[in-house]
Structure formats: structure tokens, C-alpha cells
């Protein structure tokens, strides 16, 4: 039989769709509209967010962010930054986890700590933020200076930055409560 593609995300039962593209055609990929509440997308928002080219925290990989969500440690980026803090409160310690000890979750707090001040155009593209890659990111972070004007920042003042259309204006301006929340966590001085 022939395969097709489903309409149904297999991780939350939400509806697979296909979107319009920045040339105003059909994507060619369907994705998940369940957003957030989808635990394959929870999961790999954290993976992008620790990822070499956005934080990069030492210690917390591919593995480690899936067993961290399914032990509910994280369930978002900005809980990385308050994990020792909870871990501290926790009758379940990570250090008395399988695969982790003292030095261990040691060295994992102390490379989240090392990461808690990140220059703007990586913080950006550690959010995910759809058709935010790289060079947008930098773009973005050259043109506005600061991350509070890329959040304040309206329609019109996205689109004069290069590599800014309409559908990417529109995913950073969907996205300025979680980055506004996980800037004043992570880009606080």
C-alpha cells in the first residue's frame, strides 16, 4: 500500500497541517498544531535550546532533556535555570537518578550557570522561534541592538530588517510573552 502522510500528530492526537510559505504556496511539510502541549515538540524546543549554536550546555543532551522532561524536571527552557534550585528542594534528587551521581549533577548546575548571560543573537535563535535561524537571529540582534526592542518591536520595524517577510514577522511577534519571561530569567545582569 501506498504511504501517506498523516493528519494526525502520532505524539498529542492534534491536527498535522501544511501552512502557507513566505511565497504564498502550501509547505510542503505538515506540522503539528498542537504547539506546546505536544511533548515531541516540548522535547525538541528544549533540544534546540541547549543546542551547540544556542546555549550549549555542557551535560544536557539529547538524552538528558528527554528523561528530564519525562521525570517532569523540565518541561520548558526557562525551568533549566531554576532546575538546581528545585532539584535542592526535591525528596528525588538528580544525583540519586540512574546515570547521575554528585559530580555529575555538579557539573550540570555549574554549566547552567556558566550560560545564564548569553549574547542576544543566540538567545533568539535558542527560542525556535519559526524561520528564525541563525543569520535572522544576527540580523535581528544587529539592526535593534537590544532584545527588549526586538519584543517591543512592531510589524513594520521587523520588516526593514533583511530576511524579515510577513510570516517571519509574525512568528517573532506570536512568540514576545515566552521570550519576554525567559529574557528577564536568562538576560537579567
Request: net charge negative.
Amino acid at each position: 500500500p501506498a504511504w501517506t502522510m498523516p493528519d494526525v500528530c502520532p505524539a498529542c492526537g492534534s491536527a498535522a497541517v501544511r501552512e502557507m510559505d513566505e511565497a504564498g504556496e502550501m509547505d510542503v511539510r505538515r506540522r503539528c498544531s498542537g504547539g506546546l502541549i505536544c511533548p515531541a515538540q516540548a522535547v525538541e524546543r528544549i533540544r534546540h535550546f541547549v543546542s551547540r549554536n544556542a546555549f550549549d550546555i555542557e551535560g544536557l543532551g539529547e538524552k538528558q532533556v528527554q528523561a528530564f522532561y519525562e521525570w517532569g524536571l523540565v518541561r520548558t527552557p526557562a525551568e533549566i535555570f531554576d532546575l538546581e534550585k528545585r532539584d535542592g528542594q526535591s525528596l528525588s534528587r538528580l544525583e540519586n537518578r540512574d546515570g547521575w551521581g554528585k559530580t555529575s549533577a555538579r557539573n550540570l548546575f555549574a554549566a547552567i550557570d556558566t550560560r545564564r548571560q548569553l549574547p542576544v543573537n543566540r538567545f533568539l535563535y535558542a527560542l525556535g522561534i519559526r524561520q528564525v535561524g541563525e543569520t535572522t537571529a544576527k540580523d535581528l540582534a544587529r539592526h535593534f541592538g537590544a532584545f527588549d526592542r526586538i519584543v517591543g518591536a512592531t510589524a513594520e520595524q521587523l520588516l526593514e530588517v533583511e530576511d524579515v517577510g510577513p510570516i517571519v514577522a509574525e512568528s517573532i511577534m506570536r512568540t514576545p510573552e515566552i521570550a519576554a519571561a525567559l529574557g528577564r530569567t536568562v538576560l537579567a545582569s
